[in-house]
């Protein structure tokens, strides 16, 4: 998901004032503005938790304090993501970035605003099934989105690998994600597939909640999570798609705390699942590289992509992807080999990033023939 859900434990000292300031050129009638972010005062990506105030001369302001060190990202809505700020081409803005260091004020300027529904470019490609309200005790319930690959109905016979996603609502419709903007999985599968890239697979999207950061994590939610996966969801899977459910044949995949998240499913999990792939991935959080370091128990029979960017919140989740790579070849793991490390320094921390290159742990887990 884009812009996780959660302020990661950067380094803080004193308390800092910010003042947010937004100046809309035009507003609809009696509309009201919302600023959502990356931290729980921001609503944690929550598009109508946190209202501005209306000023007499026409301005938005929300005053709140953070721990100086805190990187925050934002945006702008009249309190919900279908009517997002926009820019002067009637575009979706990247996130406002701010480093917390001393009081300020920031403003930003709006030009114009979502209409209120959102179409996105391009359509699903392939079969999208949906299943609703899945629960699992100690979680909350969530709906599971279930990819069939283009010739599932006419292949009656052929069975698939699997891959599992987290940040559901994110992989295959722009009208779902949260900015509008999706990983495309569906069109990038197809397109490896049909270019004999690789193999065809059935993709298993799992929705976050507002939980995110907690299922995510190593924590009683978190252990709860990934029993929901292994224990209810993959069983579900097996049993009502044509799957082939052994571990070499099936994979985790996801972003920033997803990212954390697939590499504690992989780690912890091995007798269900052979390969992870951790994009932009938030190893901060928790303590599972020291759990790592730690490990005894001799090189895990398994392989792991990793990847990272290079802008914003990517620069603070960098040293961690850093220390993970040495932990792991410290381990026995070997990069090109059961480990692969990829960085694009252009990237910021967002769908459209993991949504360009996407492809790369695609192939490196279900690639045919030799991937260069």
């Not at 993501?81 to 300027?109: I, Y």
């Not at 690998?161 to 295959?172: A, E, K, R, T």
């Not at 091995?270 to 959080?285: D, H």
Request: proline share 4%; aromatic share 12%.
């Amino acid at each position: 998901m884009g812009f996780s859900a959660t302020n990661f434990n950067l380094p803080q000292k004193s308390q800092v004032y910010i003042t947010f300031k937004v100046v809309p050129a035009s507003l609809p009638k009696k509309a009201k503005v919302f600023i959502s972010g990356n931290h729980e005062k921001l609503g944690n990506w929550n598009s109508g938790a946190v209202p501005m105030k209306k000023n007499k001369d026409g301005s938005w302001t929300k005053t709140l304090s953070f721990k100086s060190g805190t990187h925050l990202e934002y945006k702008i809505t009249l309190g919900s993501w279908a009517k997002e700020a926009l820019d002067k081409s009637g575009h979706v803005p990247p996130n406002s970035v701010l480093f917390v260091k001393t009081n300020a004020t920031v403003t930003t300027v709006v030009d114009k605003w979502k209409s209120g529904e959102f179409k996105g470019k391009g359509q699903i490609a392939g079969n999208l099934k949906v299943h609703h309200n899945m629960k699992y005790e100690g979680i909350l319930p969530r709906d599971v989105l279930v990819w069939l690959p283009k010739n599932y109905e006419e292949s009656s016979q052929k069975k698939y690998p699997v891959l599992y996603m987290h940040d559901g609502q994110q992989l295959f419709d722009p009208a779902t994600s949260t900015h509008g903007v999706d990983w495309q999985v569906d069109e990038t599968v197809s397109k490896l597939v049909e270019q004999g890239k690789m193999k065809e697979i059935i993709v298993v999207g799992i929705n976050n909640t507002d939980d995110r950061w907690q299922e995510y994590s190593e924590t009683t939610k978190g252990r709860a999570y990934r029993n929901f996966v292994i224990k209810k969801l993959k069983p579900f899977i097996d049993k009502t798609y044509r799957t082939r459910p052994e571990r070499e044949h099936t994979g985790v995949m996801g972003s920033s705390m997803g990212g954390l998240v697939s590499f504690l499913f992989v780690w912890y999990h091995p007798e269900t699942f052979s390969m992870a792939s951790c994009l932009s991935p938030a190893f901060i959080e928790g303590d599972i590289l020291e759990k790592v370091k730690n490990y005894k128990g001799g090189v895990k029979n398994i392989k792991i992509y990793i990847d990272n960017g290079g802008l914003g919140l990517e620069k603070k989740l960098q040293p961690g992807c850093e220390e993970m790579l040495e932990l792991l070849e410290k381990q026995g793991f070997v990069q090109g080999e059961n480990l692969i490390w990829f960085r694009d320094k252009k990237a910021e921390h967002n769908e459209a990033a993991w949504a360009k290159r996407v492809w790369k742990p695609l192939l490196y887990m279900y690639g045919i023939g030799e991937q260069k």
